[in-house]
């Protein structure tokens, strides 16, 4: 599937042309956003909704956290730690490539949204900092943010959306495009779940709520990055139909998500193997039901036949549908927990 690179020429301002964009990308626009007069109305109910889960990681109180963290497993300590260096690859990459994407956009609204996705990818960032500023000294910090580009599992699970991202930015074109979109799916709606589950299962034993509390705000945005960002490719592909002519590019999604579970169940194991209340066999399936879910927010048929059950009850608490379907009791658990912190938690001194 091998695209033309179509070149953006995208002037800041281009009086002679209409603020409703021809195309969401490679088109043309005046370069005004005016939210009554877009092609794609709905994407105003999702840049509302994205501004309405503005939250800031110094607001969290870290106080139980910074109190039971020295009570943790060894084993729970270092998953801990991995799992927050590997977090903090993912919001860091996600922040360029959504921004790039933004860049790109011949769509003001479009623009417009991935401007804030991608500020909230920085948010994210921020919060990894200041969890780990609360429970660990600096030089500790610094080493967690270097420990996953030295561990090469996970690189090598990392490899495959940088490889579909650095494609899309050396070519850019619709083609490569709607892979880019893809990979990003892979990387809000798979990889960062396995590291959701470790923290909730942390909190299910009234653990770590401080920072599984965070972790709750983190996943509600990355469900909606993912949900806008399926509903991005589908529009590109109704735009340009020969992305999918042949149905190469379905053939390819399906391929490419099946890698990407197969190295997201290899990192599970490489990480998660041994930690108290976490069954690899179920978080494998959960991966699997996952999978299933992405694709379906594309419009096609299940991957894995069967796996349509969330298999791990505990996480159901936090999943997408019960965060849509119990908004109200999130806040509540929101302003419960939501006391704020001193200095004290050292973040000052990052
Ligand atoms: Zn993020
Ligand atoms: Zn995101």
Redesign the pocket.
Known sequence: MKGTIVMNHIKYLTADKNNRSEKLFFGKTSGILNWNDTTYPHFYTIYKQLLSNFWIPDEISMSKDIQQWGALEKDEQEAYKRIIGLLSIL?SV?TRFTLDTALHSSDTSVHAIMSVISQ??VV?NQSYSYVLSSIVPLEEQNRIFDMAKDDPMVMKRNQLIMDIYQNFKDSPSPETLAQALVASIILEGINFYSGFAFFYNLARNQKMVGTSTMIQY?HR??MQHAYFISQLLRSLIEENPSIDLDGQFTLWVEETMREAVRLETEWCEHVLEGINGIDLFELKDYIKYLANKRVRMLGMDDLYPGFDEDVMPWIRAYSDESMNATKSDFFEQKSRSYAKVTDSNGFDDL
Do not use: A, P, R, Y
């Open positions: 919001d996600q909230q990818e994210h983190i945005d990355e």
